[in-house]
């Protein structure tokens, strides 16, 4: 059983950056993939980004390319996202979630352990 705990969102002016972290217990990052997820109120989570976890390659998700970056410590079983250029339309709670395997997912039910959420907002 995996436990993940977010870090990191707050307030942000737009254009600026920020970066969350996501901490794992229960079990080791290479035997698995991590997602960030994102809900603004009022729509549907949706996939940012996901991360192999043991070769550490990567999928985003069209909105968010060029902008965020995500990295993994292994040793640390942690998992960063690193968000620049902040626009408004990226605030929302930000969730991290893992998967044994280490196909990437897009689709929140592809994800059997899930953290408790950090809030992004950005301000304009």
């Known amino acids: 059983q995996v436990q993940l705990v977010e870090s990191g969102g707050g307030l942000v002016q737009a254009g600026n950056s920020l970066s969350l972290s996501c901490v794992a217990s229960?079990?080791?990052?290479?035997?698995?993939?991590v997602a960030w997820f994102r809900q603004a109120p009022g729509k549907e989570r949706e996939f940012v980004v996901g991360?192999?976890?043991?070769?550490?390659?990567?999928f985003f998700a069209d909105g968010v390319k060029g902008r965020f970056t995500v990295s993994r410590d292994n040793a640390k079983s942690t998992v960063y996202l690193h968000m620049s250029y902040l626009r408004s339309e990226d605030a929302a709670v930000y969730y991290c979630?893992?998967?044994?395997?280490?196909?990437?997912?897009?689709?929140?039910?592809?994800?059997?352990?899930w953290g408790q959420g950090t809030q992004v907002s950005v301000s304009s």
């Open positions: 979630a893992a998967r044994s395997g280490w196909p990437i997912y897009s689709t929140a039910e592809e994800y059997d352990f």
């Open positions: 991360v192999n976890g043991s070769s550490g390659s990567t």
């Open positions: 229960g079990g080791s990052l290479s035997e698995h993939t």
